[in-house]
Nanobody
Framework: QVQLVESGGGLVQAGGSLRLSCTAS????????MGWYRQAPGKQRELVAT???????NELDSVKGRFTISRDNAKNTVYLQMDGLKPEDTAVYYC??????????????????WGQGTQVTVSS
């Protein structure tokens, strides 16, 4: 099985910065796309940024120029550098990974996995 463990959330004032990390571990053959989503209270989960295995990125329009997604393939880790944080960025942030891994029977299967979520709170 595969686990995603996130870290780096917290409380920051508007204009501040945070860096989120998410590391995948387990029976992994290959990790394809990785990404960050967020969910604010009373709102649907939305895609914040994605990065392919080759490093191509896409970001939500409202975070372009402020958030940067990157990854370290050797460490199976994806990062989200968040600068110029705004109160409207307050949410629980989840990482997601498309993983080609081995199931309990040793068979290679693709699956999408989620981290447990990390709270980001931006005060005004």
């Amino acid at each position: 099985q595969v686990q995603l463990v996130e870290s780096g959330g917290g409380l920051v004032q508007a204009g501040g910065s945070l860096r989120l990390s998410c590391t995948a571990s387990g029976s992994i053959s290959r990790i394809n796309a990785m990404g960050w989503y967020r969910q604010a209270p009373g709102k649907q989960r939305e895609l914040v940024a994605t990065i392919s295995s080759g490093g191509s990125t896409n970001e939500l329009d409202s975070v372009k120029g402020r958030f940067t997604i990157s990854r370290d393939n050797a460490k199976n880790t994806v990062y989200l550098q968040m600068d110029g944080l705004k109160p409207e960025d307050t949410a629980v942030y989840y990482c997601n990974a498309a993983v080609l891994g081995y199931n309990n029977f040793g068979v290679l299967r693709p699956n999408a996995y989620w981290g447990q979520g990390t709270q980001v709170t931006v005060s005004s």
